[in-house]
């Protein structure tokens, strides 16, 4: 089993219930999944930020949050300080939900960091970056 696929298994396994019966009653996916953590950084993003931060096109990163949103995870509002822009946040009912499942799955990477020198740090990111760049690509 290639070593991403094992990842995704055990990001599913790893899920609280309700999570995982959203995904499933919603046929959410691994892309869906990929935004979660990124909501779970800042309190609220625009379409536009998400979409910058992970690399796809806005109409992708639009399809997908409609999705979340669909499925009670999201939730999108008009930008006050600019109506032509839309915010989007985690709802806030699964929010400690999402981030406890978002930190149980990062606890392995941010150990590895900690490990690691400053200059080993850094490679480790920029292999990291690449290897995301040409998967991005290809």
């Known amino acids: ?12 396994a790893e899920m609280p219930d309700e999570l995982r019966e959203i995904f499933r009653g919603h ?3 691994a892309r869906h999944g ?15 930020e998400l979409a910058e931060r992970m690399g796809m096109s806005l109409t992708t990163a639009s399809e997908l949050l409609s999705d979340l949103s669909r499925a009670g995870l999201v939730e999108r509002r008009e930008d006050p300080a600019d109506r032509r ?3 989007v946040s ?6 400690a939900m ?3 499942f978002v930190a149980l799955r ?10 690691l020198s400053p200059s080993d740090r ?3 990111v920029a292999g990291l970056a690449a290897w995301a760049h040409e998967v991005r690509n290809w």
């Open 85 to 87: 822009r839309t915010l």
């Open 122 to 124: 850094k490679g480790f």
């Open 106 to 115: 990062a606890a392995p990477l941010l150990r590895v960091l900690d490990d």
């Open 1 to 12: 089993m290639p070593l991403v696929e094992a990842y995704f298994r055990r990001a599913q």
């Open 34 to 48: 990929a935004v979660i953590p990124q909501l779970t950084v800042e309190p609220s993003l625009s379409v536009t």
């Open 98 to 100: 999402v981030e406890k």
């Open 90 to 95: 985690l709802a806030p009912r699964h929010r």
């Open 27 to 29: 046929r959410l996916t």
